[in-house]
């Protein structure tokens, strides 16, 4: 069998993670959960779906240095819990993931031309595609890029707002609350911000010293994006309040004209799609290898398991992936694919948790990872089902197509080989 070669440090694996995080929730998220949460709700939903985040970041990091190589909760579901586990993991990340590729890409078209979203959006699939198929040392070098260029625009965004004169920290508190349950759906849509450290663990096989870089490259990155989430959810929130944040399309760049600045706007749209660019790159790497995970196994074509000779990349799986994207894109919503991406990751952290918790004790470690992977359990499975209804019925809808398809190929093959 084909492996792929490690060629990732621990500072490699967290700009990858970062990069694939960094954008969702800035750019996209903040004002669908304002709209569901409020003003100080969002920080609580922020803080809650980071907690989760933590919890599945810890046992992702023990079952990934367990399980050094590519697919992520698939392989760990199937070593822990059974083949059908491991199957619904990957299955529901490689749909969900699909959904987020689109929603990013057209991001990108929004704010880059608006009028022709849809066009952009293609495009950016093929050319983060190129980018990927050339190799993942070409995607952390690409990715640092972009992380660099999207925290100096995100620092100029929170410096603007804090220092001129605009903020103010009475309109965190402002009107628009709607309770326990808001809270609960805003953290479940935030989640969908904080999902890209899982790209770290599905980049496994490529990695140095996989059981050393991957419990210290997760939290870390981790780390630095909920500190980044958090200045920039009280910074939109003290310039524009809640009410205005939740009907806004283009939240940070609605900051920087509200505080008497319109010509920096522009600088911030840029910015933007350079952060979802980012986010793509990642996104499109991982999903194109838990596909490459999933065909070792068969659970999908064989074929998608070949690797490039000379770049060491899952070029098929890439490219079936980048097609299904570009045509998701021709149709696709924007805040309807984040609850259903929302909704199929979730349950995929579920499972690693579920996982994890089958895992005997770790010698040495001072967490209580157990308990963690008990909170994350909980957590992934509350914030799930609190998602908007129809994010829930799609979600658990394509989780149990894909259930009722696995068990009847097995049936079928376990038939074949009785004859």
């Known amino acids: 069998m084909e492996r792929l070669a490690r060629r990732l440090g621990v500072t490699d694996a967290v700009v990858i993670g970062v990069g694939a995080m960094l954008g969702a929730g800035v750019f996209v998220v903040f004002a669908p959960a304002a709209a569901a949460a409020g003003g100080t709700g969002l920080l609580i ?23 050094p190589e590519s697919g992520g909760t698939y392989v760990y579901g199937r070593e822990q819990l059974g083949p059908l586990a491991g199957f619904l993991a990957g299955w529901g990340f490689a749909v969900g993931k699909t959904a987020s590729c689109a929603a990013m890409a057209l991001t990108i078209g929004a704010y880059l031309w ?14 983060v595609t190129a980018v990927n198929l050339r190799g993942v040392g070409r995607t952390a070098l ?20 804090l220092t001129s004169g605009g903020f103010a920290l009475d309109r965190i508190g402002g009107p628009g609350g709607v309770g326990a349950h808001g809270v609960l759906t805003a953290a479940g849509l935030l989640f969908f911000a904080f999902a890209g450290y899982a790209r770290i663990a599905t980049l496994g096989e ?16 981790l780390g630095v994006v909920l500190a980044i989430y958090l200045v920039l959810a009280v910074v939109t929130l003290g310039v524009l309040g809640p009410d205005r944040l939740a009907a806004s399309a283009a939240p940070l760049a609605d900051v920087v004209t509200a505080v008497g600045l319109p010509g920096l706007a522009w600088v911030v749209r840029v910015g933007a799609a ?18 490459l995970a999933m065909a070792r196994r068969r659970d999908v074509p ?33 805040r309807e694919a984040i609850g259903f991406s929302s909704c199929t990751v979730l349950v995929y952290y579920a499972i690693t948790n579920a996982s994890a918790l089958t895992l005997g004790r770790d ?57």
């Open 45 to 67: 939903a922020l803080t809650l779906a980071g907690f989760v985040a933590f919890c599945n970041a810890t046992s992702s990091a023990r079952l990934a240095a367990r399980y």
């Open 114 to 127: 608006p009028g022709q979203a849809r066009l952009v959006a293609v495009l950016a699939v093929a050319a």
């Open 142 to 161: 690409a990715t640092k890029a972009l992380v660099g260029v999207v925290l100096g625009v995100l620092t100029l965004v929170a410096v603007v707002g």
């Open 206 to 221: 490529e990695v140095r010293d996989p059981r050393r870089t991957i419990p210290r490259a997760v939290p870390l990155a």
């Open 274 to 291: 350079v952060a979802v660019t980012g986010v793509l790159l990642s996104l499109l790497a991982g999903v194109g290898r838990t596909l």
């Open 302 to 334: 064989f074929a998608l398991a070949a690797v490039h000779r000379v770049h060491q990349v899952p070029y098929r799986a890439e490219l079936m992936v980048a097609m299904v994207v570009a045509a998701v894109v021709l149709v696709g919503d924007v």
């Open 363 to 419: 010698p040495g470690r001072r967490l209580p990872v157990r308990l963690f992977a008990a909170l994350g359990l909980v957590g992934c499975v509350t914030l799930a089902v609190s998602l908007p209804p129809a994010s829930v019925l799609a979600g658990f809808g394509v989780l149990a197509v894909g259930a009722g398809w696995y068990l009847l190929r097995r049936r079928y093959l376990d038939r074949a080989e009785r004859r």
